[in-house]
């Protein structure tokens, strides 16, 4: 991997990797503030792309397009729905889906897949199992899924029984498709801010400043695997 872009939905998400980023350097695009450097030793793009599905693809398009990554990594928060995840623990993703979308758009038109879940790649899903054999953080592997909508307890019952996930939220399939298309590797790493036991806004907000350091630990971490 030459150069990876690191891609989170806001600035708070994104704030925490800056201790990480040495010689960084700004430049706008798209309205968006791209931050480079090097992780690790590691060339990085780095941008917060703002809520939902089509401000991440837009950000993940651009970093593809401008800042030539090969591989994009998809960090920040994201809300718990299996039973047994926990706040503050990490999710990567081995697939994510829309839950949002009909599967059906997705494998009978462009971009045609065998399954509505697009897949994390396997070198950095390799990656990110060796690097939580030693992680101080819980790190789960499963599924997210993502909609344009925060879930709180509307909906929550019908996804669980569609796809199982482990987590959801608003940018993680997104990203996955733009990589997906462009042939780009692809993973996420996003840390619980809610569950169903502590659901709602008012907790997200309580704990993102706190799950945007762990996951950026955790992304960090992962580039820094030799």
């Not at 990797?17 to 690790?40: N, P, Q, R, W």
């Not at 591989?71 to 993703?93: E, P, Q, R």
């Not at 030693?134 to 929550?156: C, H, K, M, N």
Request: some cysteine.
């Amino acid at each position: 991997m030459r150069k990876i872009g690191i891609l989170c939905a806001s600035d708070s998400e994104l704030e925490p990797f800056f201790s990480y980023i040495k010689d960084k350097k700004v430049t706008e695009k798209a309205m968006l503030k791209f931050y480079e450097g090097t992780i690790h030793g590691v060339e990085v793009a780095a941008v917060y792309s703002g809520v939902g599905k089509v401000n991440a693809a837009i950000a993940t398009q651009a970093l593809i397009d401008h800042f030539f990554v090969t591989a994009v990594i998809n960090g920040g928060t994201a809300g718990g729905m299996a039973k047994d995840v926990k706040l503050f623990d990490t999710v990567i993703t081995e697939r994510t889906a829309f839950h949002d979308v009909d599967g059906s758009i997705l494998t009978e038109f462009h971009p045609w897949l065998s399954t509505p879940y697009f897949q994390g790649d396997r070198e950095l899903l390799d990656r990110a199992r060796e690097y939580g054999n030693i992680s101080e953080y819980p790190i789960l592997f499963g599924t997210i899924v993502t909609g344009d909508r925060f879930i709180a307890e509307q909906g929550r019952e019908e996804i669980n029984e569609r796809f199982a996930p482990l987590a959801v939220d608003m940018e993680t399939a997104a990203v996955a498709h733009v990589c997906y298309v462009n042939q780009i590797p692809f993973l996420a790493a996003r840390t619980i801010t809610d569950t169903a036991d502590h659901a709602g806004v008012e907790n997200f907000e309580k704990n993102c400043e706190k799950a945007s350091e762990i996951s950026a630990e955790i992304v960090v971490g992962i580039i820094g695997r030799p």
